[in-house]
């Protein structure tokens, strides 16, 4: 009993496929897990939207979809145009500076509910005062790199 | 006495100096204590070793202590260390009690500092010796005891440890590390990932994406419509603080400072466990636990003592063992290679001078820091104050310096901050736990290692709970800690459901008494 019990437990590791041993164990857990919210949690909830009681997350939600989607388009032109602009001028970090300035002030723009002269001039002033205090400092003086 | 010689202004200066800038580094979101630590390293070549080790101890404790800041004001954690912070100080600094919540944190910091400096300084040889001991095994069963601990976090455990298990499947995206006594392939990834993913997701951008780009991803489906944050946030402004808030608090102020130190000290179990055990303990202690996670300042001085303490044992595998206790120390490793001192058993006997120097860093930094933070807060909690038009931008560019810069230029490494911050998005969306996702992918790459190499070395599951009297202590608490969390789950849903009842009666009463009326 003592034995069959010891070589249940027992377990050899064969180094080629080791690397997949610990993410196996891992599948199996999550699988488990998985179904089980998927019982007592998903169900319930899903017959709860069925009743009406009880919304479907991000799709059944009320969103500003200008400002969400925009951020997200804006974040993603941000890093790819950061690369680009920055191989331009390697090891300058002219590429964080110079796009970083367009994001700062499209993004402030894209958030800014009321348009003031004021609140215009400050978001001006922002975009070009934070990208180039951000990199004098950082690529400057803590030579840190920088696209 | 002989390194009395070598404490002089430029010294003092340095450590100051260090504390400062540390403080600035953490609290910016994105930015970190090691990022801090990094960026100076070559500094310390120009300086010499008990100099530059002066500025890096202070970066160390400026940099993790600055983490509360955006933690507080901002709900981004600055360091790892500060998620626990965000639980409690995210809502006072809601109800207008931000500044008291960061008078708060800077004590329970200071605290936790100089007692885990105590501890490092009285019992050093004998907590590495103690700690030499632990086997892949008991290091395992730590890691899987942080695990465990972080569900009772959780409003729904199970929600928690699935979302924990995410965390730790996203960490093993990559290769079985050589280094680590892997085999060296990668899983989890199509070949065309491989020039991207070969050594996974860095923890520093994935870090910064789940808690500052999906932050501004949740703010902007809201469309951003208050004008300033500080409509959000208000501080206060007579300070709303006095040191009575420690009153009846100084047993969980001690037992989270050990426990940070303690956790410090196992090697690779970093402050994101310190401060999650710390605040579970505390949580599950503590005799009103319901306010925790609400704004309650029993949550922040748990979590602020214990990654505060986290400094100084996290220093103790370091120079007895020669392992980094957490990343930073793994930077500090750096700074003693480029001066030739090896770190490891005969640190401390052959370099008593450097010993007793970096001891007096880690105490000034500390003070230094509670003087700053402390008189300063109010300024430094000016961020809050910042349009969030201008803000957002500006964290956005700040996370993007972050997570391109921890690896010396990696443009990879600023796409995973979008990935990152769209997993987060979601997984806060459709009701996941982002702290146990987090955790486990911190941890989940150690576990892996060793469990995998216990089994290897003995051949059985059974190791896990014979190995040795630590192991089943460890399994005790891990079965403790679940338990109790399941215990609080069944109060918890019983108390509310006894509300709900009242409620119901007291409204069928009122309307009862409404038809008598009629």
Redesign the interface.
Known sequence: MESGL?SL?????D??T??????RI??W??AG??V??LM??VAPFMAAVKRGERTL??VG?A??NF??F???VL??A??YF??VVGDMFPYTGYG?LMV?MA??LL????????WSKKALT??VV??IV??SL?WFV?AKL?????? | MEFLSLLDITFFLLAGLGALVGIIFGAIPGMTATMAVA??L?LTYALGLHHGLALLLGLYVGGISGGMVPAVLLNIPGTPSSITTTFDGYPMAQKGEGEKALKICVIASVIGGLISAAILFLFAPLLADFSIKFSYVEKFLIILLALSVIASLST?M??G??SG??G??LS?IG??SISDG???????MFDFMEPYLFEGFSLLPVLIGVFG?ST??LE??????S?LVSERIKISKGGGFSLSVFKGRLTNLVRSSFIGTFVGMLPGVGGSAASVLAYTQEKNLTRDSSQMGKGAPQGLIASESANNALTGGALIPLLSLGIPGDSTTAVLIGAFTLQGIQVGPLFIPENPETWYVMMTALVFANIVMFFLMFYAIKYIAKVVMVP???L???I???C??GA??IN??I?FD??T??IF??LGY?VQ???LEVAPLIIGFILGGQ??VY??KS??SF????IFFTKSPIAMVLWGLIIASLMFAIVMGFNSRARQKMELTQVTGSTHTASGKGHDTN
């Open positions: 010891s437990l027992s377990v050899s590791i180094f080629e080791s690397h997949l041993f610990f993410p891992i599948h857990i999550m897990l998985f089980l919210i007592t949690k997350p991000i939600e969103r500003d400002r969400f925009g951020t997200l974040i993603v941000y890093f950061m690369a964080f970083s994001f700062v993004m402030s723009l894209l958030y800014l509910h009321d400050i978001v922002n975009a934070a990208p951000a950082l803590f030579t840190i790199t920088l696209p | 960026v100076c070559p729904s199970l929600v440890i699935f298990v995410i730790i499947w093993l290769d079985y892997g085999n060296g392939k990668t899983r989890l780009i501004i991803l902007a489906e809201k469309g951003a419509k004008g969030k038009h201008i957002f931008p500006i956005v560019m700040m993007v310096v391109y810069a010396y230029g443009m600023v796409w901050l979008l911050g769209i979601l969306k459709i009701g576990a892996e469990f995998v089994l290897e051949g059985t599951y059974s």
